[in-house]
C-alpha cells in the first residue's frame, strides 16, 4: 500500500474535461492548483472567436474547479496566462480579465506561447480557507 501524498484531485463536469493523463485541479498545501483550460465550453465544446470572448470562458472554466471546492476567484492568489498572440491580444486579453477580478488583483504572470487552435489559456493557484477560519459550508 502506497503512502498518501497529501494531494487530493478535483473533479467538476462544469469545467472541459482533460484532454490527458492530468486532473482538472489538485489540492496540496492549502492551495487549489487547477490545470491549464482553454475556451472550451464544457457542455458543446464550441471555442468563442475573438480573444476577449476567450478570456472569459477560460475563467468560468477555472472558476468551475474553484467552486467545486467551494472557492471562487477571490481566493485566487496567482495566475499564469498564456497568449497565442501576446503583443496583438494581450490589451483585449486584459479588459476581459479584469471583469473577473477584484482588487487587490492576484500576482499574474503572462506570456507569448504556441496554443495551437486557442488564443488563450489560463491556470490558477488559489488560497485555502484555513482550517481554524470559518468557511463555506461544503455538501458531503
Do not use: W
Request: charged share 20%.
Amino acid at each position: 500500500m502506497s503512502e498518501p501524498t497529501g494531494k487530493q484531485a478535483v473533479h467538476t463536469p462544469d469545467a472541459p474535461r482533460p484532454a490527458g493523463a492530468y486532473s482538472q485541479g489538485v489540492v496540496a498545501g492549502g492551495f487549489l492548483f487547477t490545470a491549464g483550460f482553454g475556451p472550451q465550453d464544457p457542455a458543446t465544446g464550441a471555442v468563442p472567436e475573438g480573444v476577449a470572448a476567450q478570456t472569459a470562458q477560460v475563467l468560468r472554466n477555472v472558476a468551475a474547479v474553484l467552486a467545486a471546492r467551494g472557492l471562487t476567484l477571490r481566493d485566487v492568489v496567482k495566475v499564469t496566462a498564456h497568449l497565442h498572440h501576446l503583443k496583438r491580444d494581450f490589451a483585449a486579453y486584459d479588459a476581459a480579465y479584469r471583469a473577473f477580478f477584484e482588487e487587490p488583483c492576484p500576482v499574474r504572470t503572462t506570456v507569448g506561447s504556441d496554443l495551437m487552435d486557442i488564443l488563450v489559456e489560463i491556470d490558477v493557484v488559489a488560497l485555502l480557507p484555513h482550517p481554524d477560519l470559518p468557511g463555506p459550508d461544503l455538501p458531503g
